[in-house]
C-alpha cells in the first residue's frame, strides 16, 4: 500500500496552466503505475493520465492530449501533471492513485491507492 498527498491545484482562468504533483509515501513507489483521475460535479470519476513505473509509457485521455504531460520522479517518489491551456471543462477534482498492476495502468478499476484530491478550477 502507498499513501499519496496531491498539491498544486486552484483557480486560474481558461489558457492558464496549472502543475500538480503526488507525493507517495513508502519505499515501494517505483513499482507502482500511477493515474491521475478527475471528477466533476455530477460525472463519473475518469482517468486522466498514466505512466509506467519506469515511464516508457504514457496513456492519455483524448481530450487531454496535447495539453497535459505526466511525468514522474521516482527519486522524489513524486508524480506530476503539468496542465497547459486550461478550459472550463478541466474544473473537476484530481485524484492521484497507485496501481501495482503495472501492465492494467490504462484501467481505472486496477487502481487501488487514492490520494484525497485537489480542486482544479478554470474559469472563462
Known amino acids: 500500500q502507498v499513501q499519496l498527498v496531491e498539491s498544486g491545484g486552484g483557480l486560474v482562468q481558461a489558457g492558464d496552466s496549472l502543475r500538480l504533483s503526488c507525493l507517495a509515501s513508502?519505499?515501494?513507489?517505483?513499482?507502482?503505475?500511477m493515474g491521475w483521475f478527475r471528477q466533476a460535479p455530477g460525472k463519473e470519476r475518469e482517468l486522466v493520465a498514466a505512466?509506467?513505473?519506469?515511464?516508457?509509457?504514457?496513456y492519455y485521455v483524448d481530450s487531454a492530449k496535447g495539453r497535459f504531460t505526466i511525468s514522474r520522479d521516482n527519486a522524489k517518489n513524486t508524480v506530476y501533471l503539468q496542465m497547459n491551456n486550461l478550459k472550463p471543462e478541466d474544473t473537476a477534482v484530481y485524484y492521484c492513485a497507485a496501481t501495482i498492476y503495472y501492465m492494467d495502468y490504462k484501467s481505472s478499476h486496477r487502481y487501488h491507492d487514492w490520494g484525497q484530491g485537489t480542486q482544479v478550477t478554470v474559469s472563462s
Open positions: 505512466i509506467t513505473w519506469s515511464a516508457g509509457s504514457t
Open positions: 513508502g519505499r515501494t513507489f517505483s513499482r507502482y503505475a
